[in-house]
């Protein structure tokens, strides 16, 4: 009886321990993650930025998924047809698209048979997240220029959209602003206000676990305090706040 006890409880605590542990990576993560494993990254550069030079097109280059991409996809539906079948159906019926095509070095390839559905998908949150619609609202438009400012961008990734790897915290990367483990992390204004400032919740720095894993990790939060103008925890909130509320 008393193994049976104590197998329960070492169960119990297994499972408590792999929920805490398991990895809640985004859509958007997922997707620039598997791009660069597939070879995306190749022709449209570095995470996407920055596209390689395209002899014989006209537009001489491969586009990036920032600003260049709604040149070719004006929508979701457009991205996802690109990454599944290379080319979208209204450039498939356009002759001159078509001898562009040919006369490029390099062509865009379908992956709908090297790919599940699941993880096009994911690409196409990638690509979404990568040059994505910004907030209309002011003060939130206002927060993503300052989190950019501020070189929030560099270990959340653009928008705070990604979950870019920090080796031996305690899920091995940065979480995303729009991610599951955000709520985790930041259960309030409050506490939000902490991290900017302080790079450390009270909630955290009062946890021996917490602050373990948090120094551990190779990448910290840092302490923007002195760093910060009137303002701008407010428009980071709201930033964030529309960030969660948007439509995946």
């Known amino acids: 009886m008393r193994r049976l006890v104590l197998l329960a409880l070492v169960l119990a605590a297994f499972i408590g321990w792999w929920v805490v542990l398991r990895p809640k990576l985004p859509a958007a993560e997922r997707g620039r993650r ?38 070719f996809a004006k929508s979701t ?8 079948d290379g080319v979208t159906p209204g450039k498939a019926k356009s002759e001159t698209w078509q001898a562009d095509r040919k006369r490029g070095t ?9 790919l599940s559905t699941n993880q096009i998908e994911d690409l196409v949150a990638f690509v979404n997240a990568s040059g994505g619609p ?11 220029a300052r989190a950019d400012a501020l070189g ?24 995303s602003w729009d991610g599951a483990d955000f709520p985790e992390l930041v259960q309030s204004r409050t506490e939000f206000d902490e991290w900017v400032q302080d790079g450390e919740s009270h909630r955290f720095a009062s ?8 120094r551990r990790a190779a990448l910290h939060m ?18 964030v706040e529309w960030l969660r509320a948007a439509p995946r």
């Open 134 to 144: 910004e907030p209309e609202d002011s003060l939130a438009s206002q927060g993503l």
């Open 222 to 239: 840092p302490k923007y305090r002195n760093h910060l103008e009137p303002g701008d925890l407010d428009a980071l909130w709201a930033y």
């Open 34 to 71: 598997l791009a660069e494993r597939t070879g995306c990254f190749g022709c449209h550069g570095p995470e996407g930025q920055k596209g390689a030079a395209n002899p014989g097109r006209t537009d001489k280059t491969v586009p990036g998924f920032g600003g260049d991409v709604m040149m």
């Open 77 to 84: 539906d457009d991205i996802r047809a690109w990454i599944r």
């Open 152 to 175: 929030c961008v560099g270990c959340h990734g653009p928008g705070g959209r990604f979950a870019r790897p920090n080796p031996r915290s305690l899920k091995g990367y940065v979480p």
């Open 207 to 214: 946890n021996p676990l917490a602050h373990f894993f948090l």
């Open 106 to 114: 390099l062509r865009m390839p379908a992956f709908r048979r090297r």
